[in-house]
C-alpha cells in the first residue's frame, strides 16, 4: 500500500517568507508526527496528532511554528517569518494509534528539505 | 527526561565480519525502543523494536538488537555485514508513561567496504 508522503520534496524560501509543509498519512492511521533534523543531527519532535484528542504541541520551537490535522489524513506544517535556522529536513511520520495490543512503530515519509536563504 | 545516546558517529565494517552498533538510553521508567534506518535520499525505516518480553528483537534485514537493563543499553547487532546495509542509524526511545513521540539519537553512519 502507499506509505507516507510529503510534498513538496524541496522548497527555498527567503528569510521572511512563510512555508507550508504538507503530509499525507497512511490510510487508518490516527497518529501523525512531524519531526524536524538538522544536518548531522537526530529528529527533533515537533508536534503529535492523535484522532481528535488535542495536539501534543510541545517541540514545537517558537510560535513561528504551528500545525493543523484535517481528521485522520492530511497534516500541514506551517513556519510564519522563516528564519536561516530554519533550514532543515522536515519529517512527517505515522502510526496506528495506542492500544491494548502495545506500542506501534511510526512510518516515515521522505521528508521535505526546507533551505531559507 | 529521556535521551539517547550513540556514541560512534561511524562505523567501518569489511564485508562479512560481525557489526555492531551502540545505542545508551535515560528514561525514568521502563523503556519502549526502537531502531531505524535511513538510506541515502530516503525516508527513515523502521528495523526493529523493543516493548517487552525477550531481550534478543530479531527484525528487517537479518538485524537484531539486545535489550540490556542494567546497562541500560540497545546495541544492533548483525551477523555478517552486506556492503548494502551501509547508511545511516538511528536508536530511538520512548518512556512509556510520557508521551508518544520517539527521542532519537543523532545517528552513526555504517560503512560496510568489500
Known amino acids: 500500500g502507499a506509505g507516507v508522503s510529503q510534498s513538496p520534496s524541496n522548497k527555498v524560501t527567503e528569510k521572511g517568507k512563510d512555508v507550508e509543509l504538507r503530509c499525507d498519512p497512511i490510510s487508518g492511521h490516527t497518529a501523525l508526527y512531524w519531526y524536524r533534523q538538522r544536518l548531522g543531527q537526530g529528529l527533533e519532535f515537533l508536534i503529535y496528532f492523535q484522532g481528535n484528542s488535542a495536539p501534543d504541541k510541545s517541540g514545537l520551537p517558537s510560535d513561528r511554528f504551528s500545525a493543523e490535522r484535517t481528521g485522520e489524513s492530511v497534516s500541514t506544517l506551517t513556519i510564519q517569518r522563516t528564519q536561516q535556522e530554519d533550514s532543515a529536513v522536515y519529517l512527517c511520520?505515522?502510526?496506528?494509534?495506542?492500544?491494548?495490543?502495545?506500542?506501534?512503530?511510526?512510518?516515515f515519509g521522505p521528508g521535505t528539505r526546507l533551505t531559507v536563504t | 527526561a529521556q535521551s539517547v545516546a550513540q556514541p560512534e558517529d561511524q562505523v567501518n565494517v569489511a564485508e562479512g565480519n560481525p557489526l555492531t552498533v551502540k545505542c545508551t538510553y535515560s528514561v525514568s521508567g521502563n523503556p519502549y525502543l526502537f531502531w531505524y534506518v535511513q538510506y541515502p535520499n530516503r525516508g527513515l525505516q523502521f528495523l526493529l523494536k523493543y516493548i517487552t518480553g525477550d531481550n534478543l528483537v530479531k527484525g528487517s534485514y537479518g538485524f537484531e538488537a539486545e535489550f540490556n537493563k542494567s546497562q541500560t543499553s540497545f546495541h544492533l547487532k548483525k551477523p555478517s555485514a552486506l556492503v548494502s546495509d551501509s547508511a545511516l542509524y538511528f536508536c530511538?526511545?520512548?518512556?512509556?508513561?510520557?508521551?508518544?513521540?520517539?527521542?532519537f539519537g543523532k545517528g552513526t553512519s555504517l560503512l560496510v567496504t568489500p
Open positions: 511520520a505515522s502510526s496506528l494509534g495506542m492500544g491494548r495490543q502495545g506500542v506501534y512503530e511510526q512510518y
Open positions: 530511538a526511545v520512548r518512556d512509556r508513561y510520557s508521551g508518544y513521540a520517539l527521542n
